[in-house]
């Protein structure tokens, strides 16, 4: 319980209740990210990273950003993000020397965040990814050191001579255990906010209620209004969760039934990807604000992928073939797909901290395993959303294409550094690119 007389307040302050604990977001009355001590410096929101990934690349002709700050033009596969371009970073020329051994899909999607060599012959071996790295030392400070999401259930089968987990997972803990991927928004919800993942009776707010109502009597009018925007939001997602739970499974998967033979289980996943893809989109939101997660990836679909569109009218196709064309519904589900980015941006700007936003307190980094559904991995299509905590120069295009140290890996020793975690090298890479 938050004591009003002393307004003294723990690093890691939080509402809490019967078998809940809810990170707070920002506020201006409250240092919630200082220390006990009250430093300035500690006082600060801190850094985020969010890695977003989808399969199969994007179209030929309309992956590309050229010139600088608003005058900056996009391709029509970027389009989504026109109002964001002041806070974008745009990379070209990077790539993974491992993943052009295989050129297949799981070959190229496997080490995509780590530079590892891969494992054949169906075997299980890549290396450890940004993200682990950054939630063994810098995520041990949040309740959950990194939130593993995904849209697409994994796949265990062997294509090609390898593993189809390495196209299933672009999160990895150790060379041989990709991290453990939620694709149920209720879960992830339940990770977040609870602190037994199950299904309960009571929701996270009605548990932290007396709590939030005694915080409430003791900020600014200004954090009132804060704290009610992010408890409604809280709410919002919950009740969504809720709804999911009564309809069915993934676009891409067709039952052999029409109708359940069993009783539909009380937690699931939305019938509609878009409604899937915008609660993860939420969740990931909802542990940023909270400091509950610093670190994230998202995995929208996997390399290889099943998924098909109804919701955009392309249904007549799964995601991994239209991936082999340049038609007009294969930008439109590429632009789908870079909307749940602006989405999660957006929503990350409307949030202040301070003097600046969440967004530009955090890295959104947004990639594929291949240039185009071709297999091209001479270059890898790289996109780079906020400040890293004001450390990142935005509105720019950097072209590596002619530098002969243009490793992907480069670019994550540059993202660790801006999160303190200082490596001499990583995967292929021994030194950071100097103008991220």
């Known amino acids: 319980m938050i004591d009003p007389q002393t307004h003294t307040f723990s690093r890691r302050t939080m509402l809490r209740g019967i078998g809940v604990s809810m990170a707070l977001p920002w506020l201006e009355s409250l240092r919630v990210w200082g220390d006990v001590h009250g430093s300035a410096a500690s006082s600060e929101a801190p850094t985020r990273l969010a890695i977003l990934f989808s399969g199969n690349g994007f179209h030929s002709t309309e992956w590309w950003a050229k010139g600088s700050g608003k005058d900056m033009e996009l391709g029509k596969v970027l389009m989504p993000l026109a109002d964001l371009k002041e806070k974008m970073l745009f990379i070209k020329g990077l790539y993974n020397a491992e993943a052009l051994k295989g050129n297949i899909h799981s070959s190229q999607t496997g080490n995509l965040l780590s530079g590892a060599p891969l494992a054949s012959g169906g075997d299980i071996r890549s290396g450890i990814s940004v993200d682990q790295w950054l939630a063994q030392t810098y995520g041990r400070s949040t309740k959950v050191p990194s939130l593993v999401l995904g ?34 928004p209720s879960l992830a919800f339940d990770r977040l906010f609870k602190d037994d993942v199950q299904k309960g009776d009571k929701s996270v707010l009605d548990a932290v209620l007396s709590d939030a109502s005694d915080l409430r009597r003791n900020i600014s009018v200004s954090d009132q209004r804060k704290l009610d925007e992010y408890l409604e939001s809280v709410r919002d997602v919950e009740q969504r969760i809720e709804q999911a739970g009564m309809r069915g499974e993934l676009q891409g998967w067709r039952p052999t039934l029409a109708k359940p033979n069993i009783p539909r ?10 409604d899937h893809m915008r609660l993860m989109c939420d969740i990931l939101v909802l542990g940023f604000q909270t400091d509950t997660t610093r670190i994230s990836t998202l995995k929208l679909n996997n390399d290889h992928s099943s998924l098909r569109f109804p919701n955009l009218g392309v249904d007549y196709m799964i995601h991994h073939l239209l991936s082999h064309s340049d038609t007009a519904d294969w930008l439109k ?17 409307a949030i202040q901290e301070g003097e600046r936003t969440a ?55 540059s993202m660790m550094d801006k999160m303190g975690v200082h490596l001499d090298a990583f995967g292929d890479a021994g030194a950071a690119l100097d103008d991220v």
């Not at 009380?266 to 509609?272: C, F, R, S, V, Y």
């Not at 870079?338 to 990350?348: G, M, N, P, R, S």
């Open 333 to 349: 589900v590429n632009q789908f797909f870079v909307k749940q980015l602006a989405y999660i941006a957006t929503k990350l700007d």
């Open 359 to 413: 967004l530009d307190n955090s890295m959104l980094m947004y990639c594929s395993s291949m240039m185009t559904g071709s297999h091209d991995a001479t270059q890898l299509p790289v996109v780079m959303v906020g400040g890293g905590g004001g450390k990142i120069q935005t509105g720019r295009v950097l072209d590596y294409r002619d530098n002969p140290n243009r490793q992907m890996c480069r670019l994550y020793m």
């Open 265 to 274: 289980p009380a937690d699931g996943i939305p019938q509609d990807i878009a």
């Open 151 to 184: 849209c697409e259930k994994s796949n265990p089968s062997v294509h090609k001579n390898y593993s189809m987990i390495y196209s299933s997972h672009i999160s990895w803990s150790s060379p041989t255990t990709p991290t453990p991927l939620e694709i149920y």
